[in-house]
């Protein structure tokens, strides 16, 4: 029993300690003239949708629910989200080659359809962005007529 109670100081205690290492935020008060919705003219549907479902992870600009402020639950938002952002940045997307532009919009469209986008997990939290099957259809409709191939 005497263990246990060490254990437990000790994680309590190292619990406080991590909090003293906050995480760069992920927040720009700007949107770029790179950005997707800027560039495309979205439609403002799919703008609302796009803006709920994938730029909290893929754009410069997240809004943070109230456990980012707490580690170690920030430093995996800011690893995801950067990882998010590595796979696709719609805020540095007329900054992509034609080429590339395509292959993300076909990415885009393969990860929609497949239900790997928006992430389980993040759906969980975020049930607005949950996307019904009409909006499924239109952003991929969307999204297949900016392709060039």
């Known amino acids: 029993m005497k263990y246990l109670k060490i254990i437990a100081w000790l994680s309590l205690v190292a619990l406080v300690v991590i909090q ?4 760069t935020l992920n927040e720009s008060d ?15 549907t799919i703008k609302n949708q796009l803006q709920v479902s994938c730029y909290d ?4 600009n ?8 707490i580690q170690p ?3 995996y938002l800011e690893d995801h989200i950067q990882e998010g952002k590595d796979e696709l940045n719609f805020n540095e997307w007329d900054t992509y080659s034609s ?12 990860q929609i359809e497949s239900g790997e986008m928006p992430m389980d997990s993040y759906e969980l939290i ?4 949950r996307m019904d099957s009409t909006a499924v259809k239109e952003i991929i409709g969307y999204m297949d007529s900016l392709r060039e191939d």
């Open 20 to 23: 003293l290492f906050p995480v």
């Open 30 to 44: 700007t949107v770029p003239q790179n950005d997707f919705m800027i560039v495309n003219q979205v439609p403002a």
């Open 57 to 60: 992870c893929h754009s410069n």
């Open 62 to 69: 997240t809004e943070y629910p109230w456990y980012s402020k």
């Open 73 to 75: 639950a920030a430093w």
């Open 99 to 110: 080429r590339r532009k395509n292959s993300k919009l076909r990415s885009i469209i393969k």
């Open 126 to 129: 975020h049930g607005d962005a």
